[in-house]
Each structure stands twice: as C-alpha cells, then as structure tokens.
C-alpha cells in the first residue's frame, strides 16, 4: 500500500520511500523530514478537490504532502513486522 492510498484516521508503518530516479531529491528530502523505516504514519485530513494534498501525522510532526509525493511512501500495515 501507498501512503496518496492509506484512509483518513486510519495508521501505518512507513516501509520504505521509493526513489523515482537517481538522486531523487523528493525522496531524499521525505527521508530528512522522517518518513523512514519503521515510523508510524497517521493520515490526518486530505483537501476536498481530488483529496490533494493530505496531511499527514508523524510523531507529533504534521506534514502536508501532494498526493505524488504520498505515492512515493510504501506502507505496511500498523503492527505487521516485514
């Protein structure tokens, strides 16, 4: 699962931020910013046209993403070790 696909309310765990090409500096910078291996991601709200962007919860950090830059956080589901 992609974090644009993850429900309002509902939680997961971040598994892993694709790279869409070498040195992507999207995927670099959603590293920085936490959304690492193991991180437990909240989606919070989404925009009401086209549902962009989302807003997202981790820790006590809230983020506020393009639903291409969600599609780029693979996801497991809260308590699912991989």
Do not use: C
Not at 21 to 27: E, H, T
């Amino acid at each position: 699962m992609r974090l644009s696909e993850l429900v309002p309310g509902n939680t997961a765990v971040v598994h892993e931020v694709e790279n869409m090409g070498n040195a992507d500096p999207i995927a670099r910078r959603l590293r920085d910013l936490g959304f690492v291996r193991g991180e437990t991601i909240k989606l919070v709200a989404q925009g009401p046209v086209g549902g962009d962007p989302i807003l997202v919860q981790i820790g006590f950090t809230r983020f506020a993403l393009r639903r291409s830059e969600a599609a780029r956080v693979r996801l497991q589901p809260a308590g699912e070790t991989a």
